[in-house]
């Protein structure tokens, strides 16, 4: 439960911004490995949107420790934890070539339906961490274009930018038998007019979305319902189709990253009432930051039961007792 890690102490309880995305850089020990560990709410929505992204992206979890001075009537933390470096996977493409890219997160079902289109690109790369999926090039996206190389469906309804018509769609080879876990990226290079947007099709409502919805959402994508998929019947499902351009407006980034051995960085959060806490174990060096100027993290070392866990809170914590938990 990170006992005797790094924890980094938020300076917010929970009044952080929607959106606050958040990194973690860490330099190894003498081990030459490092874990950085997640402090989230048991079965509890304040949990930003990253329960998920930590379950597909390799976060082990344990139940504990104890919040809010060690009262378990009121909750129970669940730690999730990740060793860096981890055995070795499959990494995205395209990427440092390009001008902009779009990591997307690592898929949470086996039975993820999707399509990506770009509007306004001279160049455009997508690629995968699973074998079997990869894309086709498709040139002045419109309707009655074939959506699936392994699935004779067709689009229908392709009327406007925002459903991305005219643009380069870029065909899955699979419609939806992708490994759970696979991560996505989108590389582009903009046109003359400098920007390009990246869009992504996902049926409307629908179970099936891979967990990105929310993440889209929350990293600026905005939503317009439709085009039509499966042969233009709508009886079956529409498209809602999330489109961002590149470059937006400048946003502040969170710091570390690139001085440091390991990082990573977490989704965009999803609520406002987002309560996290975060700890490392095994590290020489560690910083967190955030994207929320009110969001700043104060390293406390030696992590053990009755630590403060917030500072404008006086809640501690209670039962850290292992490494598992920090």
């Not at 005797?4 to 020990?29: F, Q």
């Not at 929350?218 to 470059?247: D, H």
């Not at 001085?259 to 910083?287: L, N």
């Amino acid at each position: 439960l990170c006992q005797g890690g790094t924890y980094m102490r938020p300076s917010l309880h929970k009044a952080i911004d929607v959106g606050t995305e958040i990194s973690v850089g860490v330099n190894t020990g003498e081990s030459g490995e490092s874990s950085i560990c997640v402090l989230l709410f048991d079965n509890d929505s304040r949990d930003g949107g990253w329960t998920e992204f930590l379950i597909a992206n390799g976060y082990t979890s344990t139940i504990g420790p104890t919040p809010l001075n060690n009262n378990v009537a009121f909750s129970m933390f669940r730690t999730y934890c990740k060793t860096f470096p981890g055995p070795p996977t499959a990494a995205p493409i395209p990427i440092a070539s390009y001008e902009y890219f779009q990591d997307f997160p690592a898929t949470s079902t086996s039975q993820f339906v999707h399509g990506i289109c770009v509007v306004g690109a001279s160049a455009v790369e997508a690629s995968s961490t699973d074998a079997d999926l990869t894309y086709v090039e498709v040139n002045d996206f419109q309707s009655g274009e074939k959506l699936w190389s392994d699935r004779s469906y067709t689009v229908g309804d392709v009327v406007g930018e925002e459903l991305c018509q005219g643009g380069t769609y870029m065909r899955p080879s699979l419609h939806k038998a992708i490994d759970v876990g696979t991560e996505i990226s989108v590389g582009v290079n903009t046109g003359e007019s400098g920007e390009s947007s990246i869009c992504v099709l996902l049926f409307d409502n629908d179970s099936r979305d891979g967990g990105w919805t929310e993440f889209l959402i929350a990293n600026g994508y905005t939503s317009t319902i439709g085009p039509t998929p499966l042969n233009n019947n709508v009886a079956f499902s529409m498209f809602r189709t999330y489109c961002k351009t590149f470059p937006g407006p400048p946003t502040a980034a969170p710091i570390p990253i690139a001085s440091y051995e390991y990082f990573q960085d977490f989704p965009a959060t999803s609520t406002s009432q987002f309560v996290h806490g975060i700890c490392v174990v095994g590290a020489s060096a560690v910083e967190a930051s955030s994207t929320d100027a009110d969001l700043t993290y104060v390293e406390v070392n030696d992590f053990q039961s009755g630590e403060k866990l917030w500072s404008d809170r006086s809640y501690t914590v209670g039962d850290v007792v292992g490494e598992e938990l920090c």
